[in-house]
């Protein structure tokens, strides 16, 4: 079962009408009870950092998300800013991050951005997938929506797979273990993003 928490920081709606649209059983998640049966979790996030850390620490839900991703090894998908508070910490708040993955979110040097749109990196843009499984059947070079402007600089290489380039060249998805996030927005993605969700939800 997909299971989507809900804790206030997220377009819930679009990844529902997409698990829909694949008849891929799917739930979400505001109370602990609902988390129980999850075989696979998402965690969208929107908004800064801090705002994003502290409502995942109020909404009750965080203990026990913890426990099925590090202890029962259930596979979880960090999205935007859900993929960002993996990381230790971020230049753009106080508040600690999960530590899931190694790692801290920095914000872009805007010196180093040619383009006239400089921060936020804002729309299509194409990534390097060097992971199999989570983007099974998608051509390296496919195109994907972003919208941010702070990347999570990775301590060990190992945990990249898959990159963009902004200026400077960033992991844009990331992996340790059953762990996953994407920078970018698959649920705006068209058939990519599509594709990109159906393979989580097929994860051994």
Request: hydrophobic content about 35%.
């Amino acid at each position: 079962m997909i299971t989507i928490i809900d804790y206030g920081c997220g377009n819930i709606r679009a990844f529902l009408n997409v698990f829909y649209r694949l008849n891929i059983p799917v739930v979400v998640a505001s109370q602990k009870q609902q988390i129980e049966n999850a075989s696979r979790i998402i965690l969208l996030g929107v908004g800064s950092f801090d705002f994003v850390m502290q409502s995942f620490n109020r909404s009750g839900l965080r203990d026990l998300v913890e426990k099925k991703v590090m202890e029962e090894k259930v596979p979880v998908l960090g999205i935007c800013a859900g993929m960002q508070i993996l990381a230790n910490s971020s230049e753009e708040g106080k508040e600690k991050g999960l530590s899931w993955i190694d790692g801290t979110v920095r914000h872009f040097d805007v010196s180093q951005i040619p383009h006239v749109t400089k921060v936020p990196h804002m729309g299509w843009n194409e990534i390097t997938p060097n992971d199999t499984m989570l983007f099974n059947g998608i051509k390296p070079g496919s195109r994907y929506y972003f919208v941010h402007s702070y990347y999570f600089d990775v301590n060990y290489y190992k945990n990249s797979i898959a990159k963009t380039n902004y200026g400077i060249e960033f992991s844009s998805a990331l992996k340790n273990n059953n762990i996953y996030g994407v920078q970018f927005h698959p649920e705006k993605s068209h058939g990519h993003g599509i594709q990109l969700l159906k393979n989580f939800s097929e994860l051994c």
